[in-house]
């Protein structure tokens, strides 16, 4: 029986991670954790029966102690209550599914506790990448990645054989061929109409501007150990190829799927056996052409200003990353425009205090310094 705790199971990864669980009976859901979904948690811990759950208000975590008072299970609140989910003793895989800088503590803590990792916190490796690997290493874990372009890679390897080039693919979101006149005029709605992927929000205008994938360059140079001029992002219009991986004899070997987030949470949770999923799958005599572009950096700003942060390292990403959280939060509550947001990013990289090596309490400090210095400026 494989034992897992999942951190952000009422998001878009976390539920699909439970819907993996319902088809598979040698699972068991140890652990919870929701941002502020009260009553989906609910859903959840009567359904699968975890024995902790959190959630990040104290008073969230009153509501939902008395709504299960009759179950037997241990509320937590915060952040505190995150790290109990993710080093509760009885999980052996932790999915770690929450979204932003708010990942790195709990991931840090599964992996002291010794617990494989099911990676879809991204901003995770991209501002700690330098702690995170080497901790893992030493700790003897495995970090199993879920976002599908990384568990792409993570399929394609060779053990016998060290990667060349990482062909990173992308669909170009909803405004591939925009010029950046047409960026200035897009809407909420707009950025939010992803034309092949179901996700979050965040993640969703992560994509539209395409800042997400430079995050996913970052993140791809810490768990293959790939620099960054040796990974190239591809627009793969269909999202039918989930990455590529190229050797020395120039020999390339893709994956490829349905746009679906059940393979690669699944692939992470059973590696490395592959289980049944659904009946849906790619049919080649009805799919007659796959599209190539490059993407273009100087209307996709973020994506250009992500992989110059990649290459300098440092603080840079994380700056980058806090930024990004920033603004797309404000873009979503509709307080600045959407070109505003990689505009905002790049006066936060310049601004700020470069650290070459920075340890886990610098990365929180500046993710504080980049949030008040973006209240204060003049957006």
Same mark, same amino acid.
């Given at each position: 029986?494989?034992?897992?705790?999942?951190?952000?199971?009422?998001?878009?990864? =976390?539920?699909?991670?439970?819907?993996?669980?319902?088809? *598979?009976?040698?699972?068991?859901?140890?652990?919870?954790?929701?941002?502020?979904?009260?009553?989906?948690?609910?859903?959840?811990?009567?359904?699968?029966?975890?024995?902790?759950?959190?959630?990040?208000?104290?008073?969230?975590?009153?509501?939902?102690?008395?709504?299960?008072?009759?179950?037997?299970?241990?509320?937590?609140?915060?952040?505190?209550? #995150?790290?109990?989910?993710?080093?509760?003793?009885?999980?052996?895989?932790?999915?770690?599914?929450?979204?932003?800088?708010?990942?790195?503590?709990?991931?840090?803590?599964?992996?002291?506790?010794?617990?494989?990792?099911?990676?879809?916190?991204?901003?995770?490796?991209?501002?700690?990448?330098?702690?995170?690997?080497?901790?893992?290493?030493?700790?003897?874990?495995?970090?199993?990645?879920?976002?599908?372009?990384?568990?792409?890679?993570?399929?394609?390897?060779?053990?016998?054989?060290?990667?060349?080039?990482?062909?990173?693919?992308?669909? =170009?979101?909803?405004?591939?061929?925009?010029?950046?006149?047409? #960026?200035?005029?897009?809407?909420?709605?707009?950025?939010?109409?992803?034309?092949?992927?179901?996700?979050?929000?965040?993640?969703?205008?992560?994509?539209?501007?395409?800042?997400?994938?430079? #995050?996913?360059?970052?993140?791809?140079?810490?768990?293959?150990?790939?620099?960054?001029?040796?990974?190239?992002?591809?627009?793969?219009?269909?999202?039918?190829?989930?990455?590529?991986?190229?050797?020395?004899?120039?020999?390339?070997?893709?994956?490829?799927?349905?746009?679906?987030?059940?393979?690669?949470?699944?692939?992470?949770?059973?590696?490395?056996?592959?289980?049944?999923?659904?009946?849906?799958?790619?049919?080649?005599?009805?799919?007659?052409?796959?599209?190539?572009?490059?993407?273009?950096?100087?209307?996709?700003?973020?994506?250009?200003?992500?992989?110059?942060?990649?290459?300098?390292?440092?603080?840079?990403?994380?700056?980058?990353?806090?930024?990004?959280?920033?603004?797309?939060?404000?873009?979503?509550?509709?307080?600045?425009?959407?070109?505003?947001?990689?505009?905002?990013?790049?006066?936060?990289?310049? *601004?700020?205090?470069?650290?070459? *090596?920075?340890?886990?309490?610098?990365? #929180?400090?500046?993710?504080?310094?980049?949030?008040?210095?973006?209240?204060?400026?003049?957006?």
């Amino acid at each position: 029986m494989k034992k897992i705790s999942i951190l952000g199971s009422t998001g878009s990864i =976390g539920t699909q991670t439970l819907d993996i669980v319902r088809i *598979n009976n040698d699972v068991e859901v140890v652990a919870l954790s929701a941002h502020k979904n009260i009553d989906l948690l609910e859903k959840q811990i009567r359904e699968f029966k975890p024995k902790v759950v959190a959630i990040w208000e104290e008073a969230d975590a009153k509501i939902l102690s008395d709504k299960v008072k009759d179950l037997d299970v241990k509320v937590c609140f915060g952040m505190d209550g #995150l790290i109990e989910v993710a080093s509760v003793c009885a999980a052996d895989i932790v999915v770690t599914a929450v979204v932003g800088m708010i990942g790195i503590e709990p991931t840090i803590a599964a992996i002291k506790a010794k617990k494989d990792i099911a990676l879809a916190n991204k901003e995770t490796l991209v501002c700690a990448g330098h702690i995170i690997m080497p901790l893992a290493k030493d700790m003897g874990i495995n970090i199993y990645p879920v976002d599908s372009e990384h568990s792409a890679i993570f399929q394609c390897l060779d053990k016998n054989n060290p990667i060349k080039k990482i062909l990173l693919t992308a669909s =170009g979101g909803p405004f591939r061929g925009f010029s950046k006149k047409e #960026l200035e005029n897009v809407t909420l709605e707009d950025a939010l109409k992803h034309p092949n992927w179901s996700m979050g929000k965040k993640i969703t205008i992560d994509s539209a501007t395409m800042i997400n994938k430079g #995050l996913e360059i970052i993140e791809a140079s810490h768990l293959f150990d790939v620099d960054i001029d040796d990974i190239e992002v591809v627009i793969q219009k269909e999202s039918i190829i989930h990455s590529m991986v190229e050797f020395k004899d120039n020999g390339i070997i893709a994956q490829l799927g349905t746009p679906d987030m059940k393979l690669p949470i699944s692939y992470a949770i059973f590696y490395p056996e592959r289980r049944y999923i659904s009946e849906e799958r790619v049919d080649f005599s009805k799919l007659s052409t796959l599209n190539f572009l490059k993407p273009d950096l100087d209307v996709f700003e973020g994506l250009k200003m992500a992989i110059s942060a990649g290459k300098k390292g440092g603080s840079a990403p994380t700056v980058l990353n806090a930024a990004n959280e920033w603004a797309v939060d404000k873009f979503l509550n509709k307080k600045i425009g959407f070109t505003d947001i990689p505009r905002l990013i790049g006066l936060a990289i310049e *601004n700020h205090q470069f650290k070459e *090596n920075p340890s886990l309490e610098d990365i #929180l400090s500046l993710k504080q310094w980049t949030e008040e210095y973006l209240e204060r400026i003049k957006i």
